[in-house]
């Protein structure tokens, strides 16, 4: 099953390798990994999204937990979270598929942020199945080039979500 | 006043208590060693080898229940330090390594010497640091012990750069550290301990399963007092041997892949399994699927990735061992007429138990031509000190030690369990002596392993360390050997030592005593003239070359297909 883990960490040199070295030296699986500095300068902020069952997950947040620069780690798979992501496309847009690309980029409220006479390239954001729909289309008209960030999640409701 | 670096790393080892070190010098390192010449609170005993120095530090932390520390410098320094970190961390064995590397502004640039060490050993610490700055070192200093010495203990590595050595700055040693991102759970839940507390009470057939945690924790007291109380059998893994004492009637030995019949049966038959301080290692249960199949299982351990990682748990109880086990004594012996009662109803148990034992006891076929390891072991307890600390190296002898020495205190035997390390023996114990240099220290050794940490017989003749060393030599890798008997044809494959080491004319070489026995009659002179020989010495033993370890339960199979001994 698919699970999306945020995790706290102390915002120092060598915190990213210590979670990756876990689980790759484990063998639990990373789907995708997002890092950044939240509001508290001294704390990062990861999203990873990991598969496994319930024995799995327990034994990766146990042993996300014992990192000793790990403050906090939540489970957040039960669906209280909301989930966004940024995907950059580059599609061949030549001729009529001109047209077709833009009126796919309208309905999923993307962006054009770079026009050549030969290609556009998206930005969108939303959740992964949203940029997975949107893919689906765009792939039969000559998709070039895909980055994607990997979706941060944060909780539903009033309550912020602190170390 | 502002101190080097150099400087302000041993006055924080002094504040925290360290009067010992194991340092090996080098290029980087010159600093510390050169703050260490004139600094009298603290002796080094110089190593022949980076990975004894750690060995030897570890050696000394299980001894002792101390902080075990050792000094390398870079690049290779600190790679030999590896086996050495690992060996502590499967075994959760406190240290603080402190290694060299290259100034700061030439990390990263292939220096002479260099090597990322913090990225090494990132799997095998509890936790390292680089240090980048000398104003943060007495902090770092301050962490890396804590870390070491609480919860699940294990080794902390400081990474030191040469000019971080140099540059100085004011020393003040914080007197308490709190850090927001490592809270260990020390005090176990109330209700769960309750709970625990009314299952073994209603058990028929418990069964209490000790580990190393019982050892680490000082918790051996605590363990037996639980046990007479309930009238619990116990079985200790390799690493829990001395937490509880082997001349008990409650004792069942070890159990798993070596273990005793007894305690395999027991642990297959019984009703409530309770585990303390372990962590279900493979060579523990066998076969998982057919682990204690009749029995609840409640596992006690302060580290909470220990419980539900191999084995289902029926009750988890995250917290230290020596606290849970006291407040679960507490609440058991709240009840008198309960615990009567089941007093009584354990009766048969104990007799079934009783009925295992005497119909297949630990034994061996004794032979009067040749030494049988076994004898060895069993007159080496007979004749040395009810106290003395007994390292081992890995292997058959290990075993043997472990089968038939009956240990009865904790802290008494040194043996690497989880990283099962060739070569740990000569220098654990050269550890433990340097912690008691009144007490007997005895390392047993097989051939293979001895020559694997020989180089360190120098220091113990340099620093006057009387370890007495036995050898159990067989000319083979005995253990692996035994696995080609049984299962590979006997296709002993670059397991025979060919080339047989005249171990008495080597101990001359160092400077030590060298005594040598090929048949049983010499035993027990053997031993008696090495502990009344001061100094190291060397009792080599040529042991039935095929003796095997028995009983044994092969690898993948249930805990009760044992092959036994005839």
Same mark, same amino acid.
């Given at each position: 099953m698919r699970h999306t883990i945020t995790v706290l960490v102390e915002n120092e040199f060598g915190v990213l390798s210590r979670v990756a070295g876990l689980? &790759?030296?484990?063998?639990?699986?990373?789907?995708?990994?997002?890092?950044?500095?939240?509001?508290?300068?001294?704390?990062?902020?990861?999203?990873?999204?990991?598969?496994?069952?319930d024995q799995i997950l327990e034994q990766i947040t146990k042993h996300l937990n014992k990192l000793v620069d790990v403050i906090k780690v939540f489970d957040f798979t039960d669906g209280s979270a909301i989930e966004r992501?940024?995907?950059?496309?580059?599609?061949?847009?030549?001729?009529?598929?001109? #047209?077709?690309?833009?009126?796919?980029?309208?309905?999923?409220?993307?962006?054009?942020?770079?026009?050549t006479p030969k290609s556009y390239t998206i930005e969108v954001t939303g959740s992964p199945s949203k940029i997975d729909a949107m893919l689906e289309l765009l792939r039969p008209l000559g998709l070039k080039e895909l980055v994607r960030t990997g979706p941060t999640a944060i909780g539903r409701g009033a309550k912020g979500w602190k170390a | 006043m502002k101190l080097a670096g150099a400087r302000i790393l041993l006055e924080c080892l002094k504040m925290e208590g360290v009067d010992t070190?194991?340092?090996?010098?080098?290029?980087?390192?010159?600093?510390?060693?050169?703050?260490?010449?004139?600094?009298?609170?603290?002796?080094?005993?110089?190593?022949? %080898?980076?990975?004894?120095?750690?060995?030897?530090?570890?050696?000394?932390?299980?001894?002792?229940?101390?902080?075990?520390?050792?000094?390398?410098? &870079?690049?290779?320094?600190?790679?030999?330090?590896?086996?050495?970190?690992?060996?502590?961390?499967?075994?959760?064995?406190?240290?603080?390594?402190?290694?060299?590397?290259?100034?700061?502004?030439?990390?990263?640039?292939?220096?002479?010497?260099?090597?990322?060490?913090i990225g090494i050993t990132r799997p095998c610490t509890k936790h390292n640091f680089l240090v980048k700055n000398v104003k943060d070192l007495?902090?770092?200093?301050?962490?890396?012990?804590?870390?070491?010495?609480?919860?699940?203990?294990?080794?902390?590595?400081?990474?030191?750069? !040469?000019?971080?050595? *140099?540059?100085?700055?004011?020393?003040?040693?914080?007197? &308490?550290? +709190?850090?927001r991102a490592y809270k260990p759970t020390i005090e176990g839940h109330p209700r769960q301990i309750e709970k625990a507390a009314s299952l073994l009470l209603s058990s028929k057939k418990p069964v209490i399963y000790a580990g190393g945690g019982v050892v680490l924790a000082n918790a051996a007291e605590e363990l037996s007092h639980l046990a007479t109380t309930l009238l619990a059998p116990v079985t200790t893994t390799l690493m829990g041997l001395g937490s509880f004492p082997e001349d008990s009637h409650l004792s069942l030995g070890m159990l798993g892949m070596h273990g005793t019949y007894y305690a395999n049966m027991a642990v297959t038959e019984c009703?409530?399994?309770? #585990?303390?301080?372990?962590?279900?290692?493979?060579?523990?249960?066998? !076969?998982?699927?057919?682990?204690?199949?009749?029995?609840? *299982? *409640?596992?006690?351990?302060?580290?909470?990735?220990?419980?539900?990682?191999?084995?289902?748990?029926?009750?988890?109880?995250?917290?230290?061992?020596?606290?849970?086990?006291?407040?679960?004594?507490?609440?058991?012996?709240?009840? &008198?007429?309960?615990?009567?009662?089941?007093?009584?109803?354990?009766k048969p148990w104990l007799d079934q138990i009783d009925g295992w034992k005497s119909s297949r006891p630990m034994l061996?076929?004794?032979?009067?031509?040749?030494?049988?390891?076994?004898?060895?072991?069993?007159?080496?307890? +007979?004749?040395?000190?009810?106290?003395?600390?007994?390292?081992?190296?890995?292997?058959? %002898?290990?075993?043997?030690?472990?089968?038939?020495?009956?240990?009865?205190?904790?802290?008494?035997?040194?043996?690497?369990?989880?990283?099962?390390?060739?070569?740990?023996?000569?220098?654990?114990?050269?550890?433990?002596?340097?912690?008691?240099?009144?007490?007997?220290?005895?390392?047993?050794?097989g051939d293979g392993g001895f020559q694997m940490n020989l180089q360190e017989m120098a220091t113990l003749v340099q620093n006057r360390l009387p370890v007495k060393i036995c050898i159990m030599n067989n000319n083979y890798l005995g253990m692996v050997r035994q696995w080609q008997e049984l299962f590979f044809e006997k296709r002993y494959s670059h397991t025979v030592l060919d080339l047989p080491i005249d171990f008495v004319m080597l101990a001359k070489a160092f400077g030590a005593t060298g005594f040598l026995a090929t048949k049983q009659e010499e035993v027990e002179d053997t031993i008696r003239n090495a502990f009344n020989t001061p100094g190291p010495v060397i009792m080599e033993f040529r042991i039935a070359r095929e003796e095997k370890v028995l009983p044994m339960v092969p690898a993948g199979a249930s805990l009760n297909q044992m092959v036994l001994a005839s």
């Open positions: 689980f &790759s030296g484990r063998g639990f699986n990373i789907d995708s990994l997002s890092v950044a500095p939240t509001n508290d300068e001294s704390i990062s902020r990861m999203t990873i999204v990991t598969r496994g069952d992501e940024l995907a950059l496309v580059k599609v061949t847009a030549e001729d009529a598929v001109r #047209a077709e690309v833009l009126r796919i980029v309208d309905i999923f409220r993307a962006k054009i942020i770079d026009v | 070190v194991f340092g090996y010098p080098g290029g980087t390192v010159i600093n510390i060693f050169d703050e260490l010449y004139s600094f009298k609170e603290i002796t080094n005993i110089l190593p022949r %080898h980076e990975q004894a120095a750690v060995h030897a530090a570890d050696g000394y932390a299980r001894a002792t229940g101390k902080v075990g520390v050792a000094i390398a410098t &870079s690049g290779p320094g600190a790679t030999n330090t590896v086996t050495g970190i690992a060996t502590a961390y499967m075994d959760s064995i406190p240290l603080v390594v402190i290694t060299g590397q290259v100034p700061t502004p030439l990390i990263g640039n292939d220096a002479f010497q260099e090597v990322d060490i007495a902090l770092i200093m301050k962490k890396a012990f804590y870390i070491a010495r609480t919860g699940r203990p294990g080794p902390v590595l400081v990474d030191l750069p !040469k000019d971080v050595q *140099i540059a100085a700055a004011e020393f003040k040693y914080p007197d &308490s550290i +709190e850090l009703d409530l399994l309770l #585990a303390v301080g372990a962590r279900f290692d493979d060579r523990v249960t066998g !076969k998982i699927s057919e682990f204690a199949p009749h029995a609840k *299982i *409640i596992h006690i351990d302060v580290d909470p990735t220990s419980i539900k990682k191999n084995v289902r748990v029926d009750l988890p109880i995250v917290g230290d061992v020596k606290d849970v086990l006291a407040r679960m004594v507490v609440v058991i012996e709240g009840d &008198s007429s309960v615990l009567d009662l089941h007093k009584e109803a354990v061996y076929s004794q032979e009067e031509a040749v030494i049988k390891p076994q004898y060895v072991i069993q007159k080496l307890r +007979e004749i040395c000190d009810q106290d003395a600390i007994i390292a081992t190296d890995v292997g058959q %002898h290990q075993m043997w030690t472990a089968q038939f020495f009956k240990f009865t205190r904790p802290r008494t035997l040194l043996t690497s369990g989880g990283l099962g390390t060739m070569g740990f023996g000569l220098p654990a114990a050269m550890g433990a002596q340097v912690a008691f240099p009144q007490r007997q220290v005895i390392a047993i050794c």
